[in-house]
T-cell receptor, first 108, second 118 residues
Framework: LAKTTQPISMDSYEGQEVNITCSHNNIATNDYITWYQQFPSQGPRFIIQGYKTKVTNEVASLFIPADRKSSTLSLPRVSLSDTAVYYCLVGDGFKTIFGAGTRLFVKA | SAVISQKPSRDICQRGTSLTIQCQVDSQVTMMFWYRQQPGQSLTLIATANQGSEATYESGFVIDKFPISRPNLTFSTLTVSNMSPEDSSIYLC???????????????FGQGTRLTVV
């Protein structure tokens, strides 16, 4: 399983765009990149998943360069309710292994 | 998608006792996973519960301490045995979409069981 490295924490203000970058130098050819969000006292929730280039859904965008050794989760115009821990995972699809995650604090 | 129900949602237990956590899924799934999340930490995979066979434990976790049952494709239990204060944590049940070794799977989690051992 590829190891991931993310910033421990980030601060932002309401209305700003937040970009969280994850490094995964040892990603395997068939691996997908998945991001999860976790609020306090809740289980993690799937945000977005991609293999290469760019993926966008109603919640976020995921940018993956050609070498796939990193990825960037982009949250447009964050609000206070986006304060959470964000996990980047590069799994083998068999079981989900979590790294340390990034704690995002959104301030008013 | 999958909806997962865990019981109990929280409990306070005496050291030396055991607690069994139940996980019910609204659809049949091949594998179910149990995680532990200690305060302020990330999730750590305890074991994979396979229907019809013994659970597969990750390094640092053993069957005597965390026995797991998987009687059918929608249900599993995790028992935390002979508890100590160090077992105080959130325990989460999870399933993944797709079947077999599919690399683009999405994981679904229950709300977790918050265990406090005193």
């Amino acid at each position: 399983l590829a190891k991931t490295t993310q910033p421990i924490s980030m601060d932002s203000y309401e209305g700003q765009e937040v970009n969280i970058t994850c490094s995964h130098n040892n990603i395997a050819t068939n691996d997908y990149i998945t991001w999860y969000q976790q609020f306090p006292s809740q289980g993690p929730r799937f945000i977005i998943q991609g293999y290469k280039t760019k993926v966008t859904n109603e919640v976020a965008s995921l940018f993956i360069p050609a070498d796939r050794k990193s990825s960037t989760l982009s949250l447009p115009r964050v609000s206070l309710s986006d304060t959470a821990v964000y996990y980047c995972l590069v799994g083998d699809g068999f079981k989900t292994i979590f790294g340390a995650g990034t704690r995002l604090f959104v301030k008013a | 998608s999958a909806v997962i129900s865990q019981k109990p949602s929280r409990d306070i237990c005496q050291r030396g006792t055991s607690l069994t956590i139940q996980c019910q899924v609204d659809s049949q799934v091949t594998m179910m996973f149990w995680y532990r999340q200690q305060p302020g930490q990330s999730l750590t995979l305890i074991a994979t519960a396979n229907q019809g066979s013994e659970a597969t434990y990750e390094s640092g976790f053993v069957i005597d301490k965390f026995p797991i049952s998987r009687p059918n494709l929608t249900f599993s239990t995790l028992t935390v045995s002979n508890m100590s204060p160090e077992d105080s944590s959130i325990y989460l049940c999870s399933v993944e979409s797709g079947t077999g070794r599919s690399r683009n799977t999405e994981a679904f989690f229950g709300q977790g069981t918050r265990l406090t051992v005193v």
